[in-house]
């Protein structure tokens, strides 16, 4: 893995140098460093940095707030002055990472905005096994995507596991990149919180059964409305491709296949939907366990 910087350490403590000291301070666009950060909407410099980007300063908070690795904290000038800043800039220069100030201008360019935020992190990658997402817990629920192409809907459905405290997400053959500016933006932070793995349809589903969850899939094939399916105290949801859905060979390796009713002209759900219709439901069965209270 290629490491933009060499990590340092600084901090912000009694005596020690002002906010913008402790800034290395980019004025041009043909900055090496500035040139990557931009190329971070590219799959394959990610996939060469092991980096990724996530916008704003409460993701960029809640990033360091869990424990995962910046290697970068860009802040516009402006944004030094906002209330926040600094210490969330206190919390980066404790884990190593990089301090960059930029002008405003370079910033809408790194994130190709007209009205970019004022901060921006770049996070190491994770890659998790299936391993990591099994879990002990009498109750369990998992989201399993097969084939998944839409980054806004991996993001958004992130978000949703995460708001019902589901164990994970295994994203099932070829999917979309969960690490991609898309995704980070529609999961809203969530990318920081819930667990997410890769794995074939084989390995998925020898997993899941050493795990003893049940496995339903919504599908126009469905027998019962959603509603009626046991879902079980350890069950993995399964959806399918935007497009096509599940093969049928995947199908046949349910327990159950779930419809979700409809009416009206429309024939199916957006992706993002269908599965936090699935996911609630079958937190519904469970009794909620964890929610906040109102």
């Known amino acids: 893995m290629h490491e933009l910087t060499s990590p340092r350490k600084a901090g912000l403590q009694a005596g020690s140098p002002s906010l913008t000291q402790i800034f290395t301070k980019i004025t041009s666009t043909s900055n090496p460093l500035i040139k990557t950060l931009r190329g971070l909407d590219r799959k394959k410099v990610r996939a060469e940095t092991g980096l990724f980007m996530a916008e704003g300063g409460r993701l960029v908070q809640q990033g360091l707030q869990n424990g995962w690795q910046a290697d970068t904290i860009i802040v516009s000038t402006p944004g030094l002055d906002r209330p926040g800043t600094q210490d969330l800039v206190q919390t980066a220069a404790k884990t190593g990472a990089r301090l960059v100030e930029v002008p405003e201008r370079i910033m809408g360019q790194i994130t190709r905005k007209d009205n970019p935020g004022m901060v921006l992190g770049a996070f190491r990658q994770r890659q998790r096994t299936l391993a990591d997402l099994s879990t002990s817990s009498q109750q369990a629920i998992w989201i399993g995507l097969y084939e998944v192409r839409d980054p806004g809907n991996l993001g958004t459905i992130l978000r949703t596991a995460d708001c019902a405290g589901l ?21 809203m932070g969530s990318i920081f919180d819930i667990p997410f793995a890769t794995a074939s349809f084989e390995a998925f589903n020898a997993w899941r ?72 439901e079958a937190w519904r069965q469970q009794g909620y366990p964890g929610a906040r209270e109102a």
């Open 209 to 280: 059964a050493g795990e003893t969850a049940t496995l339903t899939a919504a599908s126009v094939n469905g027998t019962a409305g959603h509603t009626g399916i046991p879902f079980g105290e350890r069950a993995v949801i399964l959806m399918g491709n935007e497009q096509s859905g599940l093969p049928g060979d995947l199908e046949a390796a349910c327990d159950h296949l779930a419809l979700i009713p409809m009416r009206g002209g429309a024939d199916s759900l957006n992706l993002a939907q269908a599965t936090a219709i699935m996911s609630y």
């Open 167 to 187: 164990a994970g997400v295994i994203l099932i053959g070829t999917c979309c990149d969960p690490y991609s500016v898309e995704a980070v933006r529609a999961s």
